[in-house]
T-cell receptor, first 113, second 109 residues
Framework: DAGVIQSPRHEVTEMGQEVTLRCKPI?????LFWYRQTMMRGLELLIY????????DSGMPEDRFSAKMPNASFSTLKIQPSEPRDSAVYFC???????????FGQGTRLTVV | GQQVMQIPQYQHVQEGEDFTTYCNSS?????IQWYKQRPGGHPVFLIQ?????EVKKQKRLTFQFGEAKKNSSLHITATQTTDVGTYFC?????????FGRGTSLIVHP
């Protein structure tokens, strides 16, 4: 298995633009997590899916953020409109079960100018 | 909600010195995981501890889970430059794991 695959690896966008981050979890994993990492706030959980259903989105900063998981092999995190304070590294992770070992993707480094 | 605190935030050591990072939870944990993130990389799973008082070793790394299952530690003996990175604990109560802020280890050759 190629592991968790995220795209793009880097994204630079202008303030106000829509940004879509993509994730392909490891086949067979039923839990998927989106995290945001910054120097100031560390690794923050944004949203957690189990069996493609959003279970906990309490970490989503505000309505500008949305996430979907239309099937077991694909998830998106969308920011619309983007703001400079959204600049961070966004990680997707998957696991077998909600408490299992989490496998992280390589992350998307987002810069909003 | 569950909180996981990790100390110290940073640790500078000379190569060959030992290193320890500590993780404390506000609630009793069912298990605790440790991850390592190299600079510019992504977190990579190291180990999971489940039992009260459990101790596990991976070469120069020793992981401990407290008797009350509310704290844990990671100790590295004789650090090497390859140990550089940020070490995270992730404590699980009855739900999904909560990550600590991590301890960044800087090893000076």
């Amino acid at each position: 298995d190629a592991g968790v695959i995220q795209s793009p690896r880097h994204e630079v966008t202008e303030m106000g633009q829509e940004v879509t981050l993509r994730c392909k979890p490891i086949s067979g994993h039923n839990s998927l997590f989106w995290y945001r990492q910054t120097m100031m706030r560390g690794l923050e959980l944004l949203i957690y899916f189990n069996n493609n259903v959003p279970i906990d989105d309490s970490g989503m900063p505000e309505d500008r953020f949305s996430a979907k998981m239309p099937n077991a092999s694909f998830s998106t995190l969308k920011i619309q409109p983007s703001e400079p304070r959204d600049s961070a590294v966004y990680f997707c992770a998957s696991s077998l079960g909600q408490g299992g070992e989490a496998f992280f993707g390589q992350g998307t480094r987002l810069t909003v100018v | 909600g569950q909180q996981v605190m990790q100390i110290p935030q940073y640790q500078h050591v000379q190569e060959g010195e030992d290193f320890t990072t500590y993780c404390n939870s506000s609630t009793t944990l069912s298990n605790i995981q440790w991850y390592k993130q190299r600079p510019g990389g992504h977190p990579v799973f190291l180990i999971q501890l489940v039992k009260s008082g459990e101790v596990k070793k991976q070469k120069r790394l020793t992981f401990q889970f407290g008797e009350a299952k509310k704290n844990s530690s990671l100790h590295i003996t004789a650090t090497q430059t390859t140990d550089v990175g940020t070490y995270f604990c992730a404590g699980r109560g009855s739900y999904i794991p909560t990550f600590g802020r991590g301890t960044s280890l800087i090893v000076h050759p």
